[in-house]
């Protein structure tokens, strides 16, 4: 059973190109319908997803009924970057201008049900860093060198639980309690040319890391308030979690440099965290059938500590505070057809010490979007939403102009009974 979850995960969040880098996390895209107002979904919450914007929303669903959402989000990533000319192991590398491309996949699933004043739901989504990559022989400054092939998947499932409760009629709270399970597997393969010493040669190093389990958990306390029949407040406030993934690590072609690991097998941790997270958003209905919405998004990343380094990772403070604008619209054309469109700003996410070529996704960005959804039936609704995210340019501390581009496709379905 355990080999199975693992497996199914695993290719939820995997994916398979010739080359490319991991998923952002930097802009957060769930459902089609927040992705489509741009994540300006926290003051709107009208939909099972509201377990993750803001669970004092589940209150809102149709009493009596209970709502199953389901949704594949694929997300094609160019990362551009250049260099100037270096020297590394003895070796020297002219300059060039060089990108990554990416190709991701991942799934969640999303079950909801109203009891009048009451509201609950359950939930599988990916909470942090979902996503693979694989490229070859890619040359850069920060990569120290040539790396003739690496290949990764890794990130954190949550499995969560909401309840909510409508305290007045205009006032609504949530709270809902997460599970994290995570898996990492990564291969790297490379060339090391010592010019000079008793280690001179070039040795073909390769290094395999992979673990899996539950790392982690945390809690969600969700604000709803409607200030009048038309402008709503709401409030989501995520605490912080530590998690911690345990496997193994193998390593061949070491000539015995020190700051590499160790050839041979042994045990590998991969410790990682999510910080407090802090969402606030206005919605105002403008008629009936239109509505606008607006939000920020606030994490504290400058306290979370991540792995850093091959040999014995050690635990750094690798990012800044991340800040997430965004404004949204809904337009329910008629009684089964529904637009959105929204624009998202975040900024940059990782230090530029720890930047490397590939890491576009970790810039400042902006993210413009639009989605549609249409009721086949009375209890059948299918929704596509799109969003584009230009990656501003950025340079690493070994030289690399970083910069990109992903168009990011949701497609979506919900069925109530």
Sequence with gaps: MKRLICSILLLSILTCTIKVFAAAYTVPTIGTKGMGMASAFTAVADDPTAIMYNSAGLTQLKEGQTYLYGDVNLTYTTSEFSFSEFTTGGVTYPGDDSSLNMFVQSIEFYAARSFGN??????VYPAYGTGGFSFDNVTAPSLMGT???MTSASGYFSFTGALACKLTPNLSVGVTGEVLYGLFESKTERDITIPAGPLAGTYDFALKQEGNGFGGSRANFGILYAISPNLKIGENIKTPTKFTIEGTQTVSGNPGITTLPANGETDYISQNGLPWEFNTGISYDVTPEFTVSLVHWFRLYSQVSSDVGLAAPTSEKTCDDIHNFGAGANWKVSPVLQLRAGVM???ELIKTEYLTAGFN????AISPSAGVSY?????????LAFQYTHFFPRTSASGERIYGNAIRTMVGATYTF
Excluded: K, M, P, W
């Design 345 to 347: 700003y975040n900024t």
């Design 375 to 383: 009721n086949l039936t009375q209890n059948t609704e299918i929704s």
């Design 147 to 149: 790396v003739r092939h």
């Design 118 to 123: 009451f509201a609950g739901g359950v939930a």
């Design 361 to 364: 996704n970790l810039n400042a």
